[in-house]
């Protein structure tokens, strides 16, 4: 299967600030879709003839549909947000990028040698959980509220349509990327410090941490991307955090294996070592839950995802729209708003 091809910028879809274009490209008479991270490629041009890697469209993945622009003839490289900082994420491929990681800034020494303050932490395993989990939160209490976006799936943040409109739209306050992810608004290295930062350096009172756009399944037991879940889960525990573990249920998903509660739920709070509050929605049946976990459940989900709907929030997952998967979306919101009320 071919992985590359070249092709020639017809012109610029849109732009998502310094780090993103969506480009249309022609290649070989065939338009395509194409993303350039400016933070790894300088933005391009009209006519300017780009390389691109085709891998994910040509496997038809869930993520796919689009293309990435490896290089360009004659355009410039860039670095992201160059700076003082000597870490590389996305290391050691020809994409690595340089950034400046809160570990290594001075002046925030004190943070590493605190801990979380019983701030509520929110560990998701689906990037589609992320709008309902904040909307859940907001629903009951005007919190502050960071993400924190794991090396799991994507690593560029800006590949998030999902993000920048809960930016845009201040359902959520910062944004953070550790381990190979970059592109945040804070950098750190590993999620450890992340979770430290989002408290003491963004100032944040609640948290949500979970992979970017592409989960990868493979329908083994442990050969899924959200198992980060139970590792998420135990570093919030051990840094004094309360662990609350969005369970992925569904209502829409025709696999048996992911109705009602995800048996990738079921796997990750087997294997956390922290006893974790799990929020349900009320009348919903948990006793797929393990027993050492504090099942909580919650009332009004169903109106308050209603009330999503009316202020035009289009969430989708798997490419099933709220009306096709209630359960999922009301079990995000659950988790979301059990939280605010701690």
Same mark, same amino acid.
Not at 116 to 145: D, F
Not at 174 to 203: I, K, M, N, P, W
Not at 222 to 240: H, K, M, N, P, V
């Given at each position: 299967m071919q992985s590359q091809c070249h092709a020639t910028v017809s012109h610029v879809v849109d732009i998502d600030g310094d780090m993103q274009e969506i480009l249309a490209v022609d290649s070989a008479g065939v338009e395509r879709r194409a993303v350039n991270y400016t933070a790894l490629c300088a933005p391009l041009r009209l006519h300017d003839v780009v390389t691109l890697n085709t891998t994910a469209t040509g496997l038809r993945l869930g993520t796919g549909g689009f293309d990435f622009v490896v290089a360009a003839q004659g355009a410039e490289t860039a670095v992201l947000k160059p700076g003082p900082g000597h870490i590389m994420k996305a290391r050691y491929l020809p994409c690595q990028v340089a950034v400046d990681t809160l570990e290594e800034q001075p002046e925030h020494a004190d943070v590493w040698l605190r801990d979380l303050e019983r701030t509520p932490v929110l560990a998701a395993q689906l990037h589609s959980q992320l709008v309902p989990i904040a909307y859940g939160i907001r629903s009951q209490r005007n919190a502050r509220i960071a993400y924190?976006?794991?090396d799991g799936a994507a690593l560029p943040i800006a590949f998030s349509k999902t993000v920048r409109e809960a930016k845009q739209r201040g359902l959520i306050d910062a944004s953070l990327t550790c381990g190979q992810a970059f592109g945040g608004d804070y950098e750190c290295?590993? *999620?450890?410090?992340?979770? *430290?930062?989002?408290?003491?350096?963004?100032g944040c009172d609640t948290i949500i941490v979970c992979q970017g756009p592409g989960n990868a399944g493979t329908g083994t037991p442990y050969g899924f991307s959200g198992i980060e879940q139970a590792g998420i889960l135990d570093a919030t525990e051990r840094l004094g955090g309360i662990p609350m573990a969005v369970a992925r249920m569904s209502s829409g998903d025709l696999r048996e294996r992911h109705q009602g509660i995800s048996h990738h739920t079921r796997t990750t709070l087997s294997l956390t070592y922290a006893?974790?509050?799990?929020?349900?929605?009320?009348?919903?049946?948990? %006793?797929?839950?393990?027993?050492r976990h504090e099942i909580r459940f919650c009332d009004g989900t169903a109106e308050v995802l209603d009330q999503m709907g009316s202020d035009n929030w289009n969430?989708?997952?798997?490419?099933?729209?709220? %009306?096709?998967?209630r359960l999922f979306f009301?079990?995000?919101?659950?988790?979301?708003?059990?939280?605010?009320? *701690?």
């Amino acid at each position: 299967m071919q992985s590359q091809c070249h092709a020639t910028v017809s012109h610029v879809v849109d732009i998502d600030g310094d780090m993103q274009e969506i480009l249309a490209v022609d290649s070989a008479g065939v338009e395509r879709r194409a993303v350039n991270y400016t933070a790894l490629c300088a933005p391009l041009r009209l006519h300017d003839v780009v390389t691109l890697n085709t891998t994910a469209t040509g496997l038809r993945l869930g993520t796919g549909g689009f293309d990435f622009v490896v290089a360009a003839q004659g355009a410039e490289t860039a670095v992201l947000k160059p700076g003082p900082g000597h870490i590389m994420k996305a290391r050691y491929l020809p994409c690595q990028v340089a950034v400046d990681t809160l570990e290594e800034q001075p002046e925030h020494a004190d943070v590493w040698l605190r801990d979380l303050e019983r701030t509520p932490v929110l560990a998701a395993q689906l990037h589609s959980q992320l709008v309902p989990i904040a909307y859940g939160i907001r629903s009951q209490r005007n919190a502050r509220i960071a993400y924190i976006m794991t090396d799991g799936a994507a690593l560029p943040i800006a590949f998030s349509k999902t993000v920048r409109e809960a930016k845009q739209r201040g359902l959520i306050d910062a944004s953070l990327t550790c381990g190979q992810a970059f592109g945040g608004d804070y950098e750190c290295v590993t *999620l450890h410090s992340a979770l *430290l930062a989002a408290r003491h350096v963004a100032g944040c009172d609640t948290i949500i941490v979970c992979q970017g756009p592409g989960n990868a399944g493979t329908g083994t037991p442990y050969g899924f991307s959200g198992i980060e879940q139970a590792g998420i889960l135990d570093a919030t525990e051990r840094l004094g955090g309360i662990p609350m573990a969005v369970a992925r249920m569904s209502s829409g998903d025709l696999r048996e294996r992911h109705q009602g509660i995800s048996h990738h739920t079921r796997t990750t709070l087997s294997l956390t070592y922290a006893r974790c509050i799990v929020g349900v929605p009320a009348g919903i049946d948990a %006793a797929a839950v393990p027993d050492r976990h504090e099942i909580r459940f919650c009332d009004g989900t169903a109106e308050v995802l209603d009330q999503m709907g009316s202020d035009n929030w289009n969430i989708t997952t798997m490419g099933r729209a709220a %009306a096709a998967d209630r359960l999922f979306f009301e079990a995000a919101l659950a988790a979301g708003m059990i939280a605010a009320r *701690l």
